[in-house]
């Protein structure tokens, strides 16, 4: 918009203000965006912006997204592992899978998943 090379920071926060513009730093910790596929996009400490010009809110975020599956693509893993799994307990990479997924303890996610009776999805979607 202004090119910026070099123009002072002061200098352009006095002209966007202004031109009715505020621009607010946000501290977020987190952001997931939702994808009509089902997939997720999460930004862990991104840096977030949010601009307002008269009245329309515009949010800028900065960071390394992390794609995350659907919840459909884990129960297909989940199907595609559980022919190896031996006692008909819970399968030790499907613990993982949830712990990796949710960042709960593996007591957890052993509880979600015996809770849901070994369904993924659901474990995940409990501990969320």
Known sequence: MFGGGGMNPQKMQQMMKQMGIDVDEIDATEV????ADGDQLVFDNPDVTKMDARGQETYQIIGEPETVESAGE???EAEVEAPGESGGGIP???IELVVQRTGATEADARAALEATDGDLAAAISRLE
């Open 92 to 94: 030790e990479d499907d």
């Open 32 to 35: 997931v965006i939702k994808r």
């Open 74 to 76: 884990i129960e297909a």
